[in-house]
């Protein structure tokens, strides 16, 4: 599985805008229902759900947030670089600037693990999040994560 086997071009956005961190997943939220029909609030619970688990930023001014959800078909990734770095509770307490939010279905055990895993890889390489982060549109970004 390649990280473009799951987030398509129009699932990427390089000027994002949010406050926080619940603003951050209200607006992942919405914009991912648009794209899976799942219900915005549907998705939105599942993913403050898992917060509640433990952060999903795992440090270096990045974060995955994800969920499994029973109404999928399969799944998506989204990405984010926000304008401004915003407060995660990430474990090494940096502001988030960098996101990969991902939704599964409930029923992809084994697919969700791998897909975590090598977006997790991803987003712990410090040269690509510095590409990524100097990325100037959607296609520049969806190019480096195609690479």
Do not use: W
């Not at 607006?27 to 939105?44: H, P, W, Y």
Request: glycine content about 6%; proline content about 3%.
């Amino acid at each position: 599985m390649k990280i473009t086997d799951i987030i398509p071009v129009n699932c990427v956005y390089s000027n994002f805008k949010a406050n926080n961190k619940r603003q951050l997943l209200q607006e992942l939220a919405q914009k991912s229902s648009e794209i899976t029909g799942v219900n915005e609030r549907i998705i939105f619970d599942a993913l403050l759900e898992r917060e509640n688990l433990g952060t999903t930023g795992f440090g270096g001014g990045t974060a995955l947030p994800h969920a499994r959800l029973k109404d999928l078909d399969k799944i998506y990734g989204f990405f984010v670089k926000l304008n401004t770095p915003i407060s995660y509770e990430a474990i090494d307490n940096k502001a988030v600037d960098i996101v990969f939010m991902l939704l599964s279905p409930d029923s992809s055990g084994a697919d969700h693990l791998t897909a975590l895993a090598q977006i997790s890889r991803l987003l712990k390489d410090e040269n690509i999040c510095e590409k990524l982060r100097n990325s100037s549109n959607n296609e520049e970004i969806y190019a480096l994560l195609n690479n």
